[in-house]
T-cell receptor, first 115, second 115 residues
Framework: AQSVTQPDIHITVSEGASLELRCNYSYGATPYLFWYVQSPGQGLQLLLKYFSGDTLVQGIKGFEAEFKRSQSSFNLRKPSVHWSDAAEYFC?????????????FGTGTRLQVTL | EPEVTQTPSHQVTQMGQEVILRCVPISNHLYFYWYRQILGQKVEFLVSFYNNEISEKSEIFDDQFSVERPDGSNFTLKIRSTKLEDSAMYFCAGLGTSGFTDTQYFGPGTRLTVL
């Protein structure tokens, strides 16, 4: 069974500082990996995804993530955080076999940005 | 850009009552999902639906739950007899014609409150 671990429940960074949110996954084959962001009271917005190819993927809002198979990780990064980035971030894994694949989400990391 | 829509945005109901949550997926999507998020917890998969039948369901999706696509556009989740623990945000998602090698697009969610 697939699973996702986001070890940091809550992170606080200063505006302009760099950010890295950790995500570790468990899946028997090559996974499909996603980062979604959820602002308060809002739905889930896709930031970026990894299916195959280049292990460094670029997303919206200046975010990027790197797939490291050896570490079973897919950490999300941003070089300079903006106050509007404050939100909850979810890492998710999808199966790469079968059809109509469900997503398995991590517990999320809440990002607080101080001015 | 087409979006997934969900109605209502907030539903309040009494325990034991039936509720129907509605979703209008993006028109060319073929795979549909329901997820739920209990307040403060992670997003959990409930059910996937393809070609007018359930593809996969989680252990959460018991006999009290049902899904259907009654008119080829709306995708509904019915809870027959709501319980207090059904209080959660319910998200609908859709997947394009590429099957699992694609991105799930989420609606804004319906917040269900069971009193």
């Amino acid at each position: 069974a697939q699973s996702v671990t986001q070890p940091d429940i809550h992170i606080t960074v200063s505006e302009g500082a760099s950010l890295e949110l950790r995500c570790n996954y468990s899946y028997g084959a090559t996974p499909y990996l996603f980062w979604y962001v959820q602002s308060p009271g809002q739905g889930l917005q896709l930031l970026l995804k990894y299916f195959s190819g280049d292990t460094l993927v670029q997303g919206i809002k200046g975010f990027e993530a790197e797939f490291k198979r050896s570490q079973s990780s897919f950490n999300l990064r941003k070089p300079s955080v903006h106050w509007s980035d404050a939100a909850e971030y979810f890492c998710a894994v999808g199966a790469s076999t079968g059809t109509a694949s469900k997503l398995t989400f991590g517990t999320g990391t809440r990002l607080q940005v101080t001015l | 850009e087409p979006e997934v829509t969900q109605t209502p945005s907030h539903q309040v109901t009494q325990m034991g009552q039936e509720v129907i949550l509605r979703c209008v997926p993006i028109s060319n999507h073929l795979y549909f999902y329901w997820y739920r998020q209990i307040l403060g917890q992670k997003v959990e998969f409930l059910v996937s639906f393809y070609n007018n039948e359930i593809s996969e369901k989680s252990e959460i999706f018991d006999d009290q739950f049902s899904v259907e696509r009654p008119d080829g556009s709306n995708f509904t989740l019915k809870i027959r007899s709501t319980k207090l623990e059904d209080s959660a945000m319910y998200f609908c998602a859709g997947l394009g014609t590429s099957g699992f090698t694609d991105t799930q697009y989420f609606g804004p969610g319906t917040r269900l409150t069971v009193l």
